[in-house]
């Protein structure tokens, strides 16, 4: 059995070899690139970079070959951005040239260039516009946007206040929050915190994007055709993705029984509205398929990107108890212990928007953001990237800046205010990236961090037992940073 496993292994190990030799001559593309390390066959420059810490690789990288610079991830090239300057230059000043979705294989074999995250082209515009529209308008309706986040942050509190002041770990809890704010947006209906369906699409998110930091998944992204036919992690990665499909696609059923276009209800609604009228229209991007991809998108993205800083912003303030004592005056001074946090107060709570603004800036939730692609053949500074090749803009090179913000890599709030005590802004605020591909759920997930964080330390202290020897680096740096595990407790104000 011994030798028959070694057998096997070296069988597989040899076709990958001979199909990635055979196809290294074919992907060299045409084009001015960037210089960066020579690649190796097969692997590219992986070996050379820290996968466990992918941008820290990248802007070591950077101190050798400049704000530009071309890596192969495998046998495609990449070009990767470092910096405020070179970014804004990209996808601020040339930005209708880095409008195209990078590859990024273990989602798109699965959404297969539909909806929103990983379209490109008129389609992408298109679905865009719809759904930044949609959203904005969400006013229609009895209750306003702002409204339901002010109701879902006061039932979150009531499931806060059920844990009496016994440690717990807030993971689900915080997940529930935004998710039933994007389920009111997208099937106007939200669940209680301890509904199964809802722990059930808790538990695949959370799992996911654990997991899309794995080595099973990065192998996926470097060598799809491959690693299709090889059973492993990501064959779960894959079902999890079709399973958050599924159901939005259970709901798009039982809206479609329901449907009265006169009167929409929710952001499906308003998409199949969208379908019937324009049904007779043979390039219309207003499908089912890209449907159920668009609300996935929304879903998946609304949830997790929000609670887990919502995570990580908790954990920060427990383990900085004299920040949070510094918020919890403010909310005192400016709202009072009565009155339901709203978004008109943010302005007269400076300190607590810039602690809001370094959670964000502090833990670079999407160091490099998802991968861009230039549309054309383009002539970038004194390079030309071929048309297709994938871009990385390195948001974590903008968010650390150390001559923006002194101590990059300590969480002081100071970084925003200026020396009168006052809210400061600066451009290197990326979190949701920029240009045209920014969040498209970014005014959102602004309302929901300031209104959640707000509700929730108005009612509660945060407190740990020792605050101070309480791990903040993130278990997972790649794609996404993920907070350590831990437990708090709450105790009431």
């Excluded at 990078?102 to 260039?113: A, L, T």
């Excluded at 679905?127 to 006013?139: A, H, V």
């Excluded at 300190?351 to 502090?362: K, N, P």
């Excluded at 009612?459 to 350590?484: C, M, Q, Y």
Aim: glycine residues 6%; proline residues 7%.
């Amino acid at each position: 059995m011994e030798l028959l496993g070694i057998t096997t292994l070296a069988l597989v190990v040899s076709l990958i070899c001979l199909s990635l030799f055979s196809v290294w001559p074919k992907t060299h593309t045409k084009g001015r690139l960037p210089p960066g390390p020579t690649p190796l066959p097969i692997v590219g420059n992986i070996l050379q970079l820290n996968l466990k810490d992918m941008p820290a690789s990248l802007s070591k990288l950077a101190k050798e070959y400049g704000p530009i610079y071309t890596l192969y991830f495998g046998s495609w090239p990449t070009v990767v951005l470092h910096g405020y300057n070179v970014v804004k230059e990209a996808l601020l000043d040339q930005g209708d040239e880095f409008l195209g979705r990078g590859p990024f294989p273990i989602v798109e074999d699965s959404q297969k260039g539909h909806g929103l995250l990983f379209s490109s082209g008129e389609r992408w515009k298109v679905l865009r516009r719809f759904s930044l529209m949609t959203m904005k308008n969400f006013g229609m309706g009895k209750r306003s946007l702002e409204e339901r986040v002010q109701e879902e942050a006061q039932c979150l509190v009531e499931e806060l206040r059920q844990m009496g002041a016994q440690p717990f770990d807030p993971t689900f809890i915080l997940a529930c929050a935004p998710c039933n704010v994007i389920c009111s947006i997208l099937f106007n209906e939200r669940f209680h915190y301890k509904n199964k369906t809802l722990l059930t699409l808790m538990d695949l998110l959370n799992k996911n994007f654990h997991q899309v930091n794995s080595v099973w998944c990065q192998m996926y992204n470097l060598w799809p055709t491959l690693m299709k036919h090889i059973p492993g992690k990501h064959k779960e990665f894959l079902r999890r993705l079709g399973d958050v499909k599924n159901f939005i696609l259970e709901k798009v059923e039982e809206h479609r029984e329901s449907l009265d276009p006169a009167n929409p209800r929710d952001y499906i609604d308003c998409f199949l509205s969208k379908i019937e009228e324009e049904k007779h229209n043979l390039k219309s991007e207003f499908d089912l398929e890209n449907l159920a991809i668009c609300g996935s998108n929304l879903f998946t993205a609304g949830t997790e990107t929000t609670s887990i800083t919502l995570r990580f912003g908790i954990l920060l303030l427990v383990k900085y108890p004299e920040v949070q004592a510094k918020v919890h005056e403010e909310i005192d001074w400016v709202i009072g212990h009565h009155h339901a946090p709203s978004m008109k107060d943010k302005v007269k709570m400076p300190y607590t928007d810039a602690v809001l603004h370094e959670i964000q800036r502090y833990i670079t939730l999407l160091p490099s953001s998802l991968p861009h692609a230039v549309v054309k053949d383009t002539k970038f500074r004194h390079y030309v990237i071929p048309k297709g090749t994938a871009v990385f803009p390195l948001l974590s090179s903008i968010l650390l800046d150390h001559k923006e913000f002194p101590n990059p890599k300590t969480f002081d709030p100071g970084h925003f205010l200026d020396k009168n005590g006052c809210f400061k802004k600066t451009d290197y605020f990326v979190p949701f990236s920029l240009g045209k591909r920014s969040c498209v759920g970014e005014s959102l997930a602004r309302m929901e961090l300031f209104l959640f964080f707000t509700t929730i330390l108005q009612k509660f202290s945060l407190k740990s037992l020792e605050p101070r020897d309480l791990e903040i680096k993130p278990v997972a740096t790649g794609l996404i940073n993920l907070p350590p595990p831990y437990k708090l407790c709450l105790i009431p104000r």
